[in-house]
């Protein structure tokens, strides 16, 4: 098949899904639950100041030390618990069907890349009426707390139509734009979700406020 033009992999989590309420809130009761001496609450702020890939070293930031195997898989527990029930009153990024709309009715591929459990990623997708907007849908079916890098790497690799050089990322972490350097693409980092702005421009990719101008500066590259 020969390869496609322009395409995006779109992050999930504080990209299209606006979650970064719940992701607090979740943080936050993660942290009253566990009592562990460093584990304060914190403001979206200070989370966005702080906040790191792989999560692991996020915990170490706040605890001054690095979380042993069994505090992380307690961490790790209590999150995704509050998390579970906290994400059911999020809904799409403002702007998410308009852009995924309009790259597809332009000719491009998109497809769509988490670090969310695979298993519940698909069914909330597909919910949201979105899942036909892209190539494939993958989320994470390994020990939650990894890098990104490699699992672009697979993404791309189960896309032969899809040129890595013609790629660009659109995520809201640094991780994201690690991982597509790693994987020979290119990324622009969103605004709205787990990182601030100075965290982002730091990196040294273009940096966007809305979708839209995400998309738009993705074109330019």
């Not at 670090?115 to 020990?143: D, K, S």
């Not at 993404?155 to 734009?177: C, F, M, N, Q």
């Not at 693409?185 to 787990?194: D, E, Q």
Request: hydrophobic fraction near 45%; glycine fraction near 10%.
């Amino acid at each position: 098949m020969a390869r496609s033009d322009a395409h995006l992999v779109w992050d999930w989590n504080g990209t299209l899904f606006q979650d970064m309420d719940a992701v607090l809130a979740a943080t936050n009761a993660a942290f009253a639950e566990l009592r562990m001496p460093g584990l304060r609450p914190l403001t979206i702020e200070r989370y966005r100041e702080l906040y790191r890939v792989p999560v692991p070293e996020f915990y170490e930031t706040l605890l001054g030390r690095a979380p042993t195997a069994a505090e992380w898989e307690r961490m790790d527990g209590a999150f995704q618990r509050h998390y579970a029930e906290a994400r059911l009153g999020c809904g799409l990024a403002e702007e998410a069907r308009t852009v995924l709309g309009a790259w597809r009715e332009a000719g491009h591929g998109q497809s769509l890349l988490s670090m969310y459990g695979h298993e519940e990623l698909v069914p909330l997708v597909r919910g949201f009426g979105i899942e036909a907007y892209f190539l494939r849908v993958q989320g994470r079916t390994g020990p939650a707390g990894g890098g990104k890098s490699a699992h672009l790497v697979r993404h791309l690799a189960r896309l032969p139509e899809v040129d890595p050089a013609r790629t660009v990322v659109i995520g809201d972490a640094a991780d994201d734009a690690v991982a597509a350097l790693a994987a020979g693409a290119r990324a622009v980092l969103y605004t709205g979700g787990s990182h601030s702005r100075r965290s982002l421009e730091a990196v040294g990719v273009p940096v966007a406020d809305t979708l839209r101008e995400a998309v738009e500066r993705a074109a330019e590259l």
